[in-house]
């Protein structure tokens, strides 16, 4: 058994037990830490949001790291605790605005796909859908060790949500999904393979996976995007409409159009809303530096 494993076993164990004010102590603590040892991670997050906001200070930049380290501890602190909240406390800690793109699209059987990035508490917002009659089918990728894979597919599917396997075969079953009049939610900011789409970012080039464009594409489903951020309260997730069609152009091109659209709407939400956007890893495939630890 991987001491990953032990570690998130034992979180899910013990941190959700715990009174909540304890547990979201503690997870602003652990944050501070972390942020302080200053690993690859947080060297990352902070090159990440330099890149977002190059205006920032050395002090603005610093502080919205602690804020972002925070915010992605309370994701984890969340999802520790997620487990155990009633339905009626999942719903109320959220609040949607623009929520009828989706509820829409779902009235008339169509079929709604949501891309979204890593922002905010992506189960909770899903939790929130399934109990409110829009249950979720989304893809996980394939984690190691397979124990902790099959952890967090299960606690997924305890939220309500459909989960499949990052695999070839995926695409065609979330066709048919949404030729069923299913509601598909794929996180999708961030695609360093050779098959992912070319945007430009804040100025840079990345990549963004190309699927939620194709499902479009090929079941006449919308696509709509999404982004959580996090509240006193709980969640805020904000819908925009329907990604464009162009009316022209092969497939690739107008895949290719579809993404850069999510990436210009990521960018502006990235701009107002930083630190709940919690991507601790490379997103930008230009030249990078090396991170080094001290």
């Known amino acids: 058994m991987s001491i990953s494993y ?4 034992l979180s899910w164990k013990f941190i959700g037990i715990l009174p909540n004010r304890v547990a979201y102590s503690l997870s602003g603590w652990a944050a501070d830490q972390i942020t302080v040892r200053n690993g690859k991670g947080v060297k990352r997050l902070r090159f990440n949001y330099a890149r977002v906001h190059p ?7 610093e502080e919205a790291v602690k804020k972002g380290m925070r915010s992605y501890l309370r994701y984890w602190t969340d999802t520790f605790r997620l ?9 109320s800690t959220v609040q949607v605005t623009n929520d009828h793109y989706l509820r829409d699209a779902m009235k008339v059987g169509k ?9 905010g508490n992506w189960d909770h917002a899903g939790a929130y859908y399934c109990k409110t009659g829009a249950p979720i089918v989304t893809v996980a990728e394939h984690l190691q060790p397979e124990k902790l894979f ?8 305890s939220l ?3 989960v499949l396997d990052a695999s070839a075969r995926s695409l065609a079953t979330l066709s048919q999904r949404l030729r069923q009049g299913r509601l598909v939610a794929l996180v999708a900011d961030r695609d360093l393979s050779q098959n992912g ?6 100025g840079y080039p990345a990549r963004m996976p190309g699927g939620p464009a194709l499902l479009s594409l090929q079941t006449g489903a919308p696509l709509i995007t999404a982004y959580v951020t996090y509240s006193e309260y709980g969640l805020r997730i904000h819908f925009e409409g329907p990604i464009h069609i162009p009316d022209t152009g092969s497939q690739s091109e107008k895949v290719s159009a579809m993404i850069q659209e999510t990436a210009t709407r990521l960018e502006r939400h990235l701009k107002e809303s930083i630190t709940d956007w919690h991507m601790l890893q490379r997103i930008w495939v230009d030249g990078d530096f090396e991170i080094h630890n001290d």
């Not at 967090?152 to 599917?157: G, S, V």
């Open 150 to 157: 099959r952890k967090f597919l299960k606690y997924r599917e």
């Open 160 to 162: 309500g949500m459909e």
């Open 6 to 9: 032990i570690a998130y076993f």
């Open 197 to 202: 789409i070319a945007v430009e970012l804040c």
């Open 83 to 91: 487990p155990k909240w009633s339905d009626e406390k999942i719903v």
């Open 111 to 119: 079929g709604c796909i949501v891309s979204l990035p890593h922002a």
């Open 55 to 61: 205006e920032f200070s050395e002090l603005q930049l």
